[in-house]
């Protein structure tokens, strides 16, 4: 049974740091693409990054990149998101998720591309 577990979440005030853990179980993790997508309230489950399983390469939504990085620790099975310089608008449930494909660009961004999914892990930050 595959699960995915995020943690780390919490509140912040804007301009602070976060860093969520997803530790991934029941799969070959890595061999797995993996992704970090959010959620506001009413709105659509957006992309916010993702770390293929082969080279490492990375892929960002445009209006994170360069305050959000994404690791990938294969020895402990597990997916980090450290976000930085955090506004209001970061806001959201995150959740990790799981493709076994490569992904680059738009790709990475499509929901429907990957397979496993977590609970989810809540960021509010506050102005």
């Known amino acids: 049974q595959v699960q995915l577990v995020e943690s780390g979440g919490g509140l912040v005030q804007a301009g602070g740091s976060l860093r969520l853990s997803c530790a991934a179980s029941?799969?070959?993790?890595?061999?797995?693409?993996m992704g970090w997508f959010r959620q506001a309230p009413g709105k659509e489950r957006e992309f916010v990054a993702a770390?293929?399983?082969?080279?490492?390469?990375?892929t960002f939504k445009d209006s994170v990149q360069g305050r959000f990085a994404i690791s990938r620790d294969n020895a402990r099975n597990t997916v980090y998101l450290q976000m930085g310089s955090l506004k209001p608008e970061d806001t959201a449930d995150y959740y990790c998720?799981?493709?076994?494909?490569?992904?680059?660009?738009?790709?990475?961004?499509?929901?429907?591309?990957?397979?496993?999914w977590g609970q989810g892990t809540q960021v509010t930050v506050s102005s």
């Open positions: 770390i293929s399983w082969s080279e490492g390469r990375t």
């Open positions: 998720a799981a493709q076994t494909n490569h992904c680059s660009g738009n790709s990475c961004a499509d929901r429907t591309r990957y397979k496993y």
């Open positions: 029941g799969l070959t993790f890595s061999r797995y693409t």
